[in-house]
């Protein structure tokens, strides 16, 4: 399986030429693709030392059907995502994982396809398939580092049915931005809260039994992105340990909030110092996680001579919720109040094209045997990128 994504991706991707100048006018399609190799080697975890390999395979088409067949104000996209590999996580034993691009079931599918129209000068409306993360809780500065806490806090990303509308599926989702002036955003989203694509085990779900994720965020970008955001399930979730009288879990409001800052603090142009934090908490009630923080830097051509390259340090935490604390103590488990990792990564391009990343990691797990609970991961990305427009 892995042969035959590794040569898919590569002749996708080498039928799509590297891009070249443009008018001002935006293209009228856009075509796009990833595809990145891990290596990842678990030098210390809950298991025997292993090394893994996974692999991530992405296709994308953006279109502005203003240029296509003259709809003003209307654009689109289409995301198709293939994944392969191992599992490190079985063996670094961490309850927020180690890599971002691991899924426990690989699959060819459809991710994103979406339609958004633009209502005015400063509001826009999109429809369809949407990852929530490129919207909210996201720090811009953050996305260098591999451990999957630093792209979405914990404490949302356990939430819901089947997990909430991110990597690695999507859900249907309706989804209002807003600009004020220059630098002030707010947004808002409908967003079904089961998960599920065409290539998935039950696909796409239409029928919003399991209720809707509300979530919304607003801030600025005057001194850097500044924000507070709040999300709620309208469906009431299962405890994850309170049962009824009658045997079954109790059921509770899912809700929580939280702030985020990523700020250039020095430089400028492709030599800036970027700091980011971020902190979240939910109710405490539904998920393993009652809440978390992140915070780092990111360092933009820390070496002579390499401009393209980029340093990120990063340091995160997740907060283990009263409840499953005691569903570890349940099993035998000894558990600590959370997890909290620390990451160190460099990016640099060694052709055009072509990004190679090493990557270390140590995790303090929040379960197992007190002399055991550190896991150390080393890691090696390859990322190709190509680009044209049409």
Not at 212 to 230: D, H, M, P
Not at 294 to 308: C, F, K, N, S, T
Not at 337 to 348: C, F, N, R, V
């Amino acid at each position: 399986m892995h042969r035959s994504l590794l040569f898919g991706a590569t002749a996708a991707l080498a039928l799509i030429p590297p891009a070249h100048a443009q008018d001002a006018e935006a293209p009228a399609l856009a075509f796009g693709g990833r595809y990145v190799a891990d290596t990842v080697y678990v030098a210390e975890g809950s298991g025997a030392d292993r090394a893994f390999v996974l692999h991530d395979a992405e296709l994308t088409v953006d279109a502005d059907f203003d240029q296509l067949i003259g709809v003003r104000g209307l654009t689109g996209g289409v995301h198709l995502l293939a994944t392969a590999g191992g599992a490190p996580n079985d063996a670094a034993g961490t309850l927020q994982g180690i890599n971002n691009i691991e899924v426990s079931a690989h699959r060819a599918k459809l991710y994103e396809a979406w339609l958004e129209q633009a209502l005015s000068e400063s509001a826009s409306l999109r429809i369809g398939l949407s990852d929530l993360n490129a919207d909210f809780y996201q720090n811009d500065s953050a996305g260098l580092l591999i451990a999957p806490a630093f792209g979405i806090g914990s404490e949302l990303a356990a939430t819901g049915p089947n997990g909430p509308s991110i990597f690695p599926s999507t859900a249907l989702t309706a989804r209002l931005a807003l600009q004020f002036g220059d630098t002030g955003y707010a947004r808002a989203a409908v967003v079904d809260a089961k998960s599920g694509v065409l290539g998935d085990p039950d696909g796409v779900d239409f029928t919003l039994r399991d209720g809707a994720l509300l979530i919304a965020e607003a801030g600025t970008t005057a001194i850097g992105k500044l924000a507070v955001g709040a999300w709620r399930y309208t469906r009431r979730q299962d405890d994850i340990r309170a049962i009824t009288p009658a045997g079954e879990p109790v059921k509770r409001v899912a809700t929580g909030i939280y702030l985020l800052a990523d700020r250039k603090i020095a430089g400028s142009g492709g030599h800036a110092v970027n700091l980011f934090a971020r902190a979240g908490i939910s109710e405490g009630r539904t998920t393993p996680f009652r809440g978390g923080f992140q915070a780092g830097v990111l360092i933009e051509a820390p070496l002579v001579g390499r401009p393209d390259g980029q340093l990120s340090f990063g340091v995160q935490q997740g907060f283990l919720s009263r409840g499953y604390r005691d569903v570890l103590r349940d099993e035998g488990y000894r558990s600590s109040t959370g997890e909290w990792g620390i990451e160190l990564t460099y990016a640099d391009k060694i052709a055009s094209f072509l990004t190679l990343q090493p990557d270390l990691q140590y995790i303090r797990r929040a379960h197992g045997e007190p002399k055991g609970r550190g896991t150390v991961v080393l890691g090696l990305r390859l990322t190709a990128e190509f680009a044209r427009e049409d």
